[in-house]
């Protein structure tokens, strides 16, 4: 497989050419379904229908996988994005808006990614329900971007979750709390597929139920079952009843996806008159960026290249700003109608990512993975529109937390902006080390988050607290060796300083 994944010796074999690699992959295909049809029996018939229809689906990878025949991409046959299919926002943005922004709302539909658990940061359940600013959790800054959408122009903009088995319980109890808010809030599920054991290739799930020894035996298969997701749960229909034309789509901890009137209004009014059905705002990459999908021109069409497709010998070069230089925000806006159609003649191609996994007992396996802005080529007139590095502000770890909780950002209607007081826009580079990975250690060892307006770079290593009202300038480096403690005071202004060995302040 390509991106150096290492692939079970049976499936090495079907990947090769010939009449026995058929043969094989047939008797792979028929022992998998024979697996699969005696793991159904055991669903409840509530279940069975749901069920039934995520295993139609992952049978479905599971035979592309096995027909797959060398790398998706030939790296010779990859071309440089044609300049047109990749618009500044500037010239987007330069078109102006029109008098009417309520009737350019009433066509969208807005789609969070809420599959992912804060696990991570070492937080249980759900991702966005952490506390990121002022007690506000993501799904809260979410909701009240939309509200302040709604109130201001009178509209009605929808927000629409997609939760896993993971996170769909907890997500629901908490929507209660939102019922007096001026958002109409819907959720579905995405899909759960079974882990592939490495070695049979077969499922390591005993019957369908997710607890016991079956705990870990399931997963959701990434964000490009969306698709089928959207269209299953009947949501998909019934926007496109109401008059809905587009759905903005992010990641739900990505803070800089607010909705875009200008790039909205690009795709209801489009200059050229042709219909675009899919755009991906791209960004600039830097070197924090290196590892992000881009955008290439293969086949005459616009296709969206990940790491993972890369074959080793050219990594090197994908991570390249000179050759790459822009890299997927997965803010993206998609045409309802296209979803439709392309689900009708199950036309949604996306590449197969494998992700190997160890599992608590160290049981090595497989999960078959898809990302949303991989069906890019499938769509009509898609475009790339290269926007601000300040529509794509994630937080992944506490250190990105850092910063969102800094005074760099202020908020205001549920959306960040950069202080104006800081004279470069660029983001500072912050890496916390291991003591800050968990939010309770993180939140421990900080008093009050720092002054970090001048910051350029901050570096933290072992074990650091911080006091109240510390101030970062410049570039900062702090590192406490194994065995000390650096205890940063209250009010210290650090401006370019490298800070090591042991510092205790002790209470008296």
């Not at 991702?127 to 109130?151: A, G, M, P, Y």
């Amino acid at each position: 497989m390509s991106g150096g994944v290492s692939v079970p010796t049976k499936l090495t074999a079907t990947m090769s050419k010939g009449g026995i690699a058929q043969y094989e992959c047939q008797q792979l295909e028929s022992a998998m379904a024979k697996e699969l049809a005696q793991l159904l029996a055991t669903a409840s018939k509530t279940e069975h229908n749901q069920v039934k229809k995520d295993f139609e689906g992952f049978q479905k990878l599971f035979h592309s996988l096995l027909q797959r025949k060398g790398p998706s991409v030939e790296w010779e046959k990859i071309q440089k994005a044609p300049e047109d299919s990749i618009q500044p926002y500037d010239k987007i943005e330069g078109r102006g808006l029109p008098d009417d922004i309520s009737s350019l709302l009433s066509k969208l539909v807005v789609v969070k990614l809420n599959g992912g658990l804060g696990t991570s940061m070492g937080c249980k359940g759900p991702k966005s329900l952490i506390s990121v600013r002022n007690e506000n959790t993501f799904l809260d800054l979410t909701v009240l971007q939309i509200e302040h959408l709604n109130r201001t122009y009178n509209a009605d903009v929808p927000l629409v979750l997609m939760n896993s088995f993971n996170t769909d319980e907890d997500t629901k109890k908490i929507l209660q709390k939102y019922n007096h808010y001026g958002v109409k809030i819907h959720t579905f599920n995405q899909s759960r597929y079974p882990r592939i054991n490495r070695e049979s290739m077969l499922p390591v799930a005993t019957d369908n139920s997710s607890t016991g020894f079956n705990a870990e035996a399931w997963y959701p298969p990434g964000h490009g079952d969306i698709y089928a997701s959207f269209y299953n749960s009947g949501l998909l229909e019934n926007f496109l009843e109401q008059g809905k034309e587009y759905m903005f789509v992010s990641n739900i901890d990505n803070l800089g996806a607010t909705v875009d009137l200008n790039i909205l209004h690009h795709l209801l009014n489009p200059p050229s008159g042709r219909q675009c059905e899919f755009v991906m705002e791209v960004t600039d990459k830097t070197r924090a960026d290196v590892k992000g999908g881009t955008l290439i021109q293969y086949d005459g069409k616009l296709r969206l290249l990940e790491i993972a497709q890369v074959p080793r010998a050219h990594v090197d070069e994908f991570k390249s700003v000179t050759k790459f230089k822009i890299f997927n925000t997965n803010n993206l806006w998609i045409s309802l109608t296209a979803i439709s159609r392309l689900q009708h003649q199950n036309a949604i191609d996306m590449e197969i990512i494998l992700n190997p996994k160890t599992l608590d007992d160290g049981l090595n396996v497989i999960q078959l993975e898809t990302a949303v802005g991989a069906a890019i080529k499938c769509f009509e007139n898609a475009l790339g529109v290269n926007v601000p590095r300040s529509r794509f502000l994630p937080v992944k770890t506490t250190s990105d937390l850092m910063l969102v909780m800094s005074n760099l950002y202020s908020l205001d209607a549920g959306s960040l902006t950069m202080n104006v007081k800081r004279e470069f826009r660029t983001v500072p580079l912050v890496k916390l080390g291991s003591s800050f990975t968990k939010v309770q250690d993180y939140l421990t060892r900080l008093e009050s988050i720092p002054d970090i307006i001048e910051l350029d770079h901050l570096t933290v290593s072992g074990d650091v607290t911080f006091g109240k009202h510390v101030v970062l300038k410049g570039t900062v480096i702090i590192i406490a060796n194994h065995g000390d403690r650096i205890d940063i005071p209250p009010g210290a202004i650090l401006e370019n300083k490298i800070v090591s060995g042991n510092l205790r302040i002790l209470d008296h």
